[in-house]
Nanobody, 123 residues
Framework: LKLVESGGGMVQAGGSLRLDCTAS????????LGWFRQPPGKEREFVAA????????PYADSVKGRFTISRDNARNTVYLQMNSLKPEDTAIYYC?????????????????WGQGTQVTVSS
């Protein structure tokens, strides 16, 4: 099983990026997906998650109204659209998969993780 993130990069504050995470080796539609991030010198934190069919999408308070998570089960891909980016959004962003119908906000329940993609927001 493999999760591969893409779309990270450097952007100025107020800008936008979209992260993609494509999965292989699993029945994608049976998994809830999550996005987490790890800022420099800090612990990994929850960003957003999405249930198997997309009906449940919890967000961290810090990204509500700015980030949108979505998925395309036909393409085995989960997306994170990030708008109005701030310097404090700078982090390595990871996608993760868990074999649950409803997504968790804690990293411990996720079974599979991608390698991460760097997002840097300059002021």
């Amino acid at each position: 099983l493999k999760l591969v993130e893409s779309g990270g990069g450097m952007v100025q504050a107020g800008g936008s990026l979209r992260l993609d995470c494509t999965a292989s080796g699993l029945i994608f539609s049976l998994y809830s997906l999550g996005w987490f991030r790890q800022p420099p010198g800090k612990e990994r934190e929850f960003v957003a998650a999405i249930s198997r069919r997309g009906g449940s999408t919890p967000y961290a308070d810090s990204v509500k109204g700015r980030f949108t998570i979505s998925r395309d089960n036909a393409r085995n891909t989960v997306y994170l659209q990030m708008n109005s980016l701030k310097p404090e959004d700078t982090a390595i962003y990871y996608c993760a998969a868990e074999a649950r119908s409803d997504p968790s906000i804690g990293p411990g329940s996720y079974n599979y993780w991608g390698q991460g993609t760097q997002v840097t927001v300059s002021s």
